[in-house]
Structures are given as C-alpha cells and as structure tokens.
C-alpha cells in the first residue's frame, strides 16, 4: 500500500509541478551522439545510450532530464562533451562513475560546461584529467545555482 501510494505521489508530482523528462539511462562507455533529437530516447546508432549522447537529449527537453548510468565505471570521452544547455538537468554517477578527460587533445578542456542552464544537479561522479572539471558560464545573476554532491574533482 506505501508502495503504491509512493508511485501515485511522484506521478503527480510530475504532471503537475515541474514534469517529467526522459529516463536517460547510459548504458555504454562509448562517446558516439545521438542518432535522433526528435524522438525523446537516448538512442545511439549502435543502439545504446552514451554520455554524449543523454546530454544532448536532456538539452532539447522541455522537463526535467535525470542522467543515470547502468552498469558503466570509466567514460573516455575522444572530444568535449557538449554542454548543458537545458534548466533542471541532473547528472547522478552514484558514487561509481569517473569522466575521464585523458584521451581529448588540447588546451583548456572542460569536463562538465553548463552553459545558461539553472537548476543543474551533479551527484556522484568523478571528474579527472580535464583542465576544467566543471565550468559554468551565465549571463544572468539567476542562473548561477549549482549543485556537486558526493563527487570529486581531480
């Protein structure tokens, strides 16, 4: 009976309060893009969901986009992960997931850029060899708010 009434509140709260985004859950280590913005799913054309991939879907939804992973330790990204341009966008690594920065050539290289996005959440991951772990750039006072809980910068 908890349970259920548990499952009642949070649809609710989703269409009524802020909304529900997509379930983007990575579940590969690769770095290839989204095959389709228009169609809601992290989908790569090898049919998984990448990093790369989940944000780019989570900056073109209008709800709140919670990125997840499923069974994924080590992301080696080969270029700059796109930033996150989207209000509401959470990141939760789960204490397990590490971004590594070591395989992109250049200078200055940012892990996470959030870009005129408020309200972004980034749980558990560590974030190493970038020369920026996290960057946030706004041109509104409003849109300064971050949240790093449980993750590590190296």
Not at 70 to 89: D, F, G
Request: net charge negative.
């Amino acid at each position: 009976m908890k349970k259920t009434l548990a499952l009642i509140l949070a649809l609710i709260i989703c269409l009524f309060a802020a909304g529900c985004g997509p379930a983007l859950v990575v579940d590969s280590a690769g770095d290839q893009p989204d095959s389709n913005l228009t169609d809601g799913v992290c989908k790569t054309v090898n049919n998984d969901c990448t990093l790369r991939a989940a944000i780019m879907e989570a900056n073109v939804s209008d709800d709140i986009s919670k990125i997840s992973f499923k069974n994924i330790t080590t992301i080696n990204p080969v270029s700059p992960l796109p930033p996150i341009t989207n209000n509401n966008a959470q990141i939760d690594g789960g204490g397990n997931v590490n971004i590594n920065g070591s395989a992109i050539e250049g200078d200055n290289v940012i892990g996470i850029e959030i870009k005129d996005a408020k309200n972004v959440y980034i749980q558990g991951v560590t974030i190493s060899h970038f020369y920026w772990g996290i960057s946030i750039h706004s041109h509104t006072e409003a849109q300064r708010t971050i949240s790093l809980a449980h993750g590590l910068l190296k």
